[in-house]
């Protein structure tokens, strides 16, 4: 059974493609993947030689490598999780934002559609539904709000594939997933970069008060339940996907700087993001009950490892930190270079 992942070289994606080939004997799995700043090949480089993956590089909005590409091999199922997946960087420049998310949804439905593809899953994000007040989730049945150009893009892919079922009958899914953690992830995202920071001395960047909500789920858990909608969702069908660990980002800064064993000096408090989402949580309990699916890992167990991971791969995180990460880092942070951001406690 040949499996279409798209965006296997990020951070979700590469977890996705190793979990895939570990608990689907019969998958072959092929990666497409452009390779942006965000996409590491290296993420995979455990599975050089293995006859069951493959790379592909290409772009999802490109028509004629899509077609070519689904010409030439029987997909099985399309697992779509290639994006721009930044905010702050939507916010700085929204057209890869529609051309990746939005385009390059509609050409690979396009070519499912052409090609007769079994199984679409549309990996979602709970952004599309815009922000919570104090109270309350989001269900599958809450209103498309989106407030940032990036969660704008991922809602109207959301709003192609459901089109694409209702229209033409395609067997599509998608998943809405919240805030995930785990190895691997590009340390521009809070977790990552709190702890790469951290871990060089650095102080950490908080937005505004620090006391927007986001709902953390591991991303082995994510991974679980995209393989659970996959097998078992019903076509046409939305699934949300979340940790159930809200957390306010403050207390998570907390919790990294003790991993780190620094002091709350390690804080700098910056300018807000605009249109900054207050608050994100998830009622998972729909794919709780259709799939069996629920999140397993424990949240200071699984930040605990994700610490340590970063702490064992500083070559990873320093072939990252060099080049296009250093002028973003300073365009981002408003002009201060790593460098001059060191604290002494
Ligand atoms: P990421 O930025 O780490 O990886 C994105 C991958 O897509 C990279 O490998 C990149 O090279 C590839 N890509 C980008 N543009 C492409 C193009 N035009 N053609 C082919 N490949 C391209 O993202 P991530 O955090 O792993 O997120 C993966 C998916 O999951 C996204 O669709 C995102 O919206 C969704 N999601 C992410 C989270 C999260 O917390 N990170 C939560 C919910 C949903
Ligand atoms: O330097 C920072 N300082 C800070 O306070 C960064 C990078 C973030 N933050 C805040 C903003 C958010 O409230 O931390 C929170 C998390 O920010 P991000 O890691 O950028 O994630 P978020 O914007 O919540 O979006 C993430 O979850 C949903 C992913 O990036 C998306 O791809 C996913 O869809």
Redesign the pocket.
């Known amino acids: 059974m040949r499996i279409l992942i798209t965006g296997g070289c990020g951070f979700i994606g590469s977890n996705l493609v190793r979990y895939l080939l570990h608990h689907e004997p019969a998958a072959h799995v092929v990666n497409l993947d452009l390779l942006t700043y965000a996409g590491n090949a290296s993420n995979l480089a455990d599975l050089a030689g293995d006859s069951r993956y493959e790379l592909v590089r290409a772009d999802v909005a490109d028509r004629d490598a899509v077609r070519e590409l689904f010409r030439g091999r029987k997909f099985d199922s399309v697992l779509h999780l290639a994006?721009e997946?930044?905010?702050?960087r939507s916010i700085h420049d929204s057209t890869p934002f529609i051309r990746t998310n939005v385009v390059g949804t509609q050409v690979l439905l396009d070519a499912a559609k052409e090609f007769g593809i079994r199984r679409f899953v549309q990996v979602?994000?709970?952004?599309v539904y815009g922000s919570l007040g104090p109270s309350g989730l989001f269900t599958e049945t809450t209103p498309l709000c989106p407030s940032?150009p990036?969660?704008a893009s991922?809602a109207a892919a959301d709003l192609l594939v459901g089109a694409y079922h209702h229209t033409f009958g395609m067997p599509t899914l998608i998943t809405r997933?919240?805030?995930?953690y785990g190895p691997y992830q590009f340390p521009?995202?809070?977790?990552p970069?709190?702890i790469s920071n951290l871990l060089r001395g650095e102080q950490?960047?908080?937005?505004?008060d620090?006391l927007?909500?986001?709902d953390w789920i591991h991303v082995e858990d994510h991974c679980a339940g995209i393989v659970a909608v996959w097998r078992s969702g019903r076509p046409g069908e939305v699934y949300n996907l979340g940790g159930r660990c809200e957390k306010t980002?403050l207390a998570?800064?907390h919790e990294l700087i003790a991993l780190a064993g620094r002091t709350f000096a390690a804080i700098r408090y910056?300018a807000d993001?605009p249109g900054?989402?207050r608050r994100?949580a998830i009622d998972c309990s729909k794919a709780e009950q259709e799939l069996g699916w629920t999140p397993k890992v424990d949240f200071s167990v699984g930040l605990r490892e994700t610490f340590d991971w970063y702490r064992a791969h500083p070559a990873w995180v320093e072939s990252i930190r060099n080049g296009e990460y250093r002028s973003y880092y300073e365009r981002?942070?408003g002009g201060k270079t790593a460098a001059n951001t060191s604290v002494s406690e």
């Open positions: 994006a997946s930044h905010v702050d979602s994000t709970d952004e940032s990036y969660s991922k997933c919240s805030n995930n521009e995202k809070l977790i970069l709190f950490v960047p908080v937005y505004g620090g927007n909500v986001r980002n998570l800064t910056v993001r900054h989402d994100y981002q942070y």
